[in-house]
């Protein structure tokens, strides 16, 4: 019975550590989303300085220059939202698989199907 007093302080202290690990990777990512953010201006005011002061600009450095002010992976972004959609069930009893649910591999399905003709070719 003299473990059973230290379990409120074992959760209370794995809760603020977790917690402030949290917030350390939030404070992390948004300094990256500051930075990149202000690179994406600094290029996109660069470039409507250039077509202000009427120098001729290439379509070419104009696509350069969009293309570097770009948010890389908007394409990506539903499949970034499945991977990180993490519930209470999942952490808990974990996340089941595409296997764990009866859908079969691609590959595995050619490979069934391979044996299943060489099996009736015998036949």
Known sequence: MSGTQYIPHILYSTAVTSISMH?????K???EDRARFKAQASILQDLIEQLRSGKSISDEEITKSRNL????????QP???????IGWMDVLW????PADLGV???????DLEQIRKE???ER
């Open 23 to 27: 917030l350390l990777w939030q404070r």
């Open 29 to 31: 990512t948004t300094d």
């Open 69 to 76: 002010a770009r948010i890389h992976g908007e394409e990506k």
């Open 79 to 85: 499949l970034d939202k499945e991977k990180t959609n």
């Open 94 to 97: 974990g996340r089941k698989t």
């Open 104 to 110: 079969s591999d691609e590959w595995e399905r050619k």
């Open 119 to 121: 099996i009736e070719a």
